[in-house]
T-cell receptor, first 111, second 113 residues
Framework: QKEVEQNSGPLSVPEGAIASLNCTYSDRGSQSFFWYRQYSGKSPELIMFIYSNGDKEDGRFTAQLNKASQYVSLLIRDSQPSDSATYLCAVLNTGGFKTIFGAGTRLFVKA | DAGVIQSPRHEVTEMGQEVTLRCKLISGHNSLFWYRQTMMRGLELLIYFNNNVPIDDSGMPEDRFSAKMPNASFSTLKIQPSEPRDSAVYFC???????????FGQGTRLTVV
């Protein structure tokens, strides 16, 4: 089992729709969770982090965390073509210094 | 404020040659991470420094890889000798004060032929 698992996609949604990206992790002691966006040929860029169970909203982005289910998700409302990128889920391990990345989900937003 | 700066942006070298990648941290950051990204393996952590001290190098693939942090703002990753399978994008990232969020440099695309 991979430490951080994501569906590789591609996930295709129409402009204006909600994109839902999912991630599961294996380290039950993990406390910090991140979503990075990576455009083709560019470096990963942090867009959301969440530490507590529940939802965290920032503009069009909502991160959701369920530690009991070891599940993290990212919702993008009113998706725009500029949101087309690979979204990387990242989890900080129990030791607190090693961030493990998932393989990423490619998102395409169709105009 | 400048972000994490990596050099070179692109490197093409012949198998067997030594390669040195460079990274300048964001001012005030005290944690430094070297990652490697390939299509097959995704983003892998190679080594992590905190306050100039290597904390975890378990991701360094072989003895051919070495990393140093001679001062608080600068790090190098060296591959000697390089092999074609080392071809990848190498990212450096830094963070501040124990906060786990990392800020990435633009990466170095390494091609070993």
């Amino acid at each position: 089992q991979k430490e951080v698992e994501q569906n590789s996609g591609p996930l295709s949604v129409p402009e204006g729709a909600i994109a839902s990206l999912n991630c599961t992790y294996s380290d039950r002691g993990s406390q910090s969770f991140f979503w990075y966006r990576q455009y083709s040929g560019k470096s990963p860029e942090l867009i959301m982090f969440i530490y507590s169970n529940g939802d965290k909203e920032d503009g069009r982005f909502t991160a959701q965390l369920n530690k009991a289910s070891q599940y993290v998700s990212l919702l993008i409302r009113d998706s725009q073509p500029s949101d087309s990128a690979t979204y990387l889920c990242a989890v900080l391990n129990t030791g607190g210094f090693k961030t493990i990345f998932g393989a990423g989900t490619r998102l395409f937003v169709k105009a | 404020d400048a972000g994490v700066i990596q050099s070179p942006r692109h490197e093409v070298t012949e198998m067997g040659q030594e390669v040195t990648l460079r990274c300048k941290l964001i001012s005030g950051h005290n944690s430094l991470f070297w990652y490697r990204q390939t299509m097959m393996r995704g983003l892998e952590l190679l080594i992590y420094f905190n306050n100039n001290v290597p904390i975890d190098d378990s991701g360094m693939p072989e003895d051919r890889f070495s990393a140093k942090m001679p001062n608080a703002s600068f790090s190098t990753l060296k591959i000697q000798p390089s092999e074609p399978r080392d071809s990848a994008v190498y990212f450096c990232a830094s963070s501040f004060g124990g906060r786990p969020e990392a800020f990435f440099g633009q990466g170095t695309r390494l091609t070993v032929v």
